[in-house]
């Protein structure tokens, strides 16, 4: 298989399995435009493959994805004009102006991916630790199961700290339950594996230092199961969702999420698309630590 720069890719089991690892661990695995457009091919690689039976998507190091890439070297290369810019901003609406060419962008990179994935023809086991931030949520929601480490953490912290009414792909509703989401986004605060498994969110949980090897052979169970069978449940369940609503509401508050953007751009000098200090949002390269949310407190650093 050929190289990926930002992710590895391995068939296991005679090829009935292959893992996906976003491969960026001194960044948090944060997810620059590169890393994406191989996610993409990578899984794209894995529905073609006719002995593939089960997909697993993890993340190297000690958390998953600490979501999209703000700020580092490489994302603010790739974003850049010259001949160091990634090819996809060429296209894509990366030519067009003002809230069209945010808008297209992360169409096709954000959020249309991400269903795509959704809807991938194969099975797909999300392997998460550590922490998962913001568009980290899209990626392992994208996936059919979740298995978690016992230390992971969920949040999404783009309203608390970018002023944004959540990410791209708005999965929340769905998968914490109206007004748990609505808590969470309005807090930037945490919920763990133990809360996301009572929600029906996340499948299994297993030690953190056993999670591949666990998660390998929960995938093992699943592609024993014959694939027309498999993929007949996947997609029972998936227009079950759709016809209750799922795939509307994700393109209506992909709308939302792009008029968020727009306000900002509009009221800012340097039409910076995403809230400021100045805005009431904390500086997210300094942003106060992520709380748990607890039951009893209106704070989790509260004693």
Same mark, same amino acid.
């Given at each position: ?16 399995? =292959? ?63 010259? +001949? ?8 894509? /609406? ?21 269903? #795509? ?31 978690? =480490?016992?230390?992971? &953490? ?22 914490? /339950? ?12 945490? &919920? ?12 299994? &949980?297993? +030690? ?13 169970? &699943? ?6 069978? =498999? ?20 393109? =209506? ?34 942003? +106060? ?5 607890? #039951?009893?407190?209106?704070? /989790?650093?509260?004693?």
């Amino acid at each position: 298989m050929a190289g990926y720069q930002y992710l590895t890719y391995e068939l296991l089991d005679e090829g009935t399995i =292959a893992r996906i690892m976003l491969n960026r661990p001194r960044a948090r695995n944060a997810q620059n435009r590169g890393l994406l457009v191989e996610l993409g091919d990578a899984m794209l690689t894995a529905e073609a493959d006719d002995r593939v039976r089960v997909v697993i998507l993890g993340g190297a190091g000690p958390l998953f994805s600490a979501g999209h890439d703000l700020g580092s070297r490489e994302a603010v290369a790739e974003r850049a004009d010259g +001949p160091g810019q990634h090819g996809s901003y060429g296209g894509h /609406g990366g030519t067009r102006a003002g809230a069209e060419q945010r808008m297209l962008q992360e169409w096709h990179f954000y959020f249309e991916n991400t269903r #795509r994935w959704r809807n991938l023809r194969k099975i797909t086991v999300a392997q998460v630790q550590g922490a998962v931030y913001a568009a980290g949520l899209m990626l392992m929601w994208a996936c059919d199961l979740i298995v978690a =480490a016992d230390d992971v &953490i969920f949040a999404d912290v783009v309203g608390t700290r970018l002023g944004m009414c959540g990410v791209e792909y708005f999965g929340h509703p769905w998968e914490f /339950g109206p007004r748990k989401a609505k808590e969470l986004l309005l807090t930037g605060d945490s &919920i763990d594996a133990g809360e996301a498994h009572r929600l029906g969110m996340v499948s299994k &949980i297993f +030690p953190a230092g056993e999670l591949a090897e666990r998660t390998l052979q929960f995938a093992r169970r &699943i592609a024993a199961l014959p694939t027309m069978t =498999a993929l007949l449940i996947k997609d029972s369940v998936n227009q079950t969702v759709d016809n209750m609503g799922f795939y509307n509401a994700l393109n =209506a508050c992909f709308t939302l999420h792009e008029l968020n953007h727009s306000h900002w751009a509009e009221i800012h000098a340097d039409k910076a698309p995403r809230g400021l200090p100045e805005d009431g949002t904390p500086d997210w390269r300094s942003a +106060p630590p992520v709380l748990p949310a607890r #039951r009893d407190q209106v704070s /989790g650093a509260a004693s």
